[in-house]
């Protein structure tokens, strides 16, 4: 196989592994790689760098950095740049028809479900805040659309009971990085065929948001522990207690016989946990921070501050008057 001249759009550590599958292939010729501007991070707020631009600082790869690349300017860089093909992994923005005609064999993106479920910005973390066993990872053909192009292939993995969302992205994301170095050559030399999605089948799922981590305990212990770690590490689950925010990163559901309401603690100790009353069921608490504390287990937490048998967390009806 001949060497093509490749760009590289990716921006957050899930396009990490497929940028070095590329960089290590050897068969490339990366031109460039397309990254979103550095951003406030920190209680400092310093400008700081993306994952994938610090890699491919890193390995000596030209970065392109754009606030919106469907501008003249960014067009522009990218038809200078000549690219026989482009490759995006969660890099952010959405390409434009102009964009998407420059490489010669199109734009394939490594996206983070199995089509045609799960378009959007946050695939993994919905496959877990819905319950689900199973997700996944594609090689798509980028169009206008969103998520909507033809697939190449994809891969599957079970999701462990436990798992959170950011435990699954590292996953999925290495699976996504071998799926592509599988692929591209392939398709490149024109020995796959594109495989249409379903429409009638699809789902999307919009963006996370802080307001989704707040807690109904109404809802059942199964649904409850899919949210927490389904927006573990972001945008964190959480419930009030004593006035303050107490995050929940770690949960599983049990079966519970107390008649206690929803949101009570019915049980508080080093050696046996925590544990919510739920709509149904109760919630063992496993992993928290409790309001000015540090992220721990919760059985050490409650070796130092005990939280007493009883306790109402949530929202009372005098606080959401």
Not at 109 to 132: D, F, Q, T
Not at 217 to 225: C, G, T, V, Y
Request: aromatic share 6%; glycine share 10%; proline share 6%.
């Amino acid at each position: 196989m001949k060497n093509y001249r490749l760009v590289f759009m990716g921006t957050p550590e899930f396009a990490v592994p497929s940028l070095k599958a590329l960089t290590d292939d050897g068969r490339y010729d990366i031109v460039g790689v397309v990254t979103q501007p550095d951003r406030p991070a920190g209680r400092g707020k310093k400008l700081t760098a993306c994952p994938v631009k610090l890699f491919a600082q890193a390995r000596g790869l030209p970065v392109y950095q754009f606030e919106r690349l469907r501008k003249p300017e960014g067009v522009a860089q990218l038809k200078a740049l000549a690219p026989d093909v482009v490759i995006t992994a969660a890099f952010g923005q959405i390409l434009t028809q102009e964009l998407l005609d420059i490489p010669r064999y199109g734009t394939l993106n490594v996206h983070a479900s199995l089509l045609p479920r799960h378009r959007g910005s946050a695939p993994i973390n919905w496959c877990i805040l819905m319950g689900e066993q199973e997700a996944g990872v594609t090689i798509m053909r980028t169009d206008v659309g969103l998520d909507t192009g033809d697939m190449l292939r994809s891969a599957a993995t079970l999701i462990g009971e436990l798992e959170t969302a950011g435990e699954l992205i590292d996953r999925i994301s290495v699976l996504g990085a071998g799926l592509l170095a599988e692929t591209l050559p392939d398709y490149l030399e024109g020995k796959i065929d594109l495989i249409p999605q379903d429409n009638d089948a699809a789902t999307y799922e919009p963006m996370l948001d802080k307001t989704m981590g707040e807690i109904d305990w109404n809802r059942p212990a199964s649904e409850i522990a899919c949210k927490v770690r389904g927006l573990n590490p972001w945008p964190c689950a959480y419930t009030d207690m004593d006035g303050g925010r107490l995050k929940l990163y770690l949960a599983r559901a049990v079966e519970c016989d107390s008649s206690a309401a929803p949101g009570t603690v019915v049980a508080s100790s080093p050696k046996k946990g925590l544990f919510v009353r739920c709509g149904e069921g109760a919630l063992e608490v496993l992993e928290l921070q409790a309001p000015g504390g540090k992220r721990m287990a919760a059985k050490a937490y409650l070796m130092g501050k005990g939280i007493a048998v009883g306790t109402i967390l949530g929202r009372t009806t005098t606080d959401e008057a």
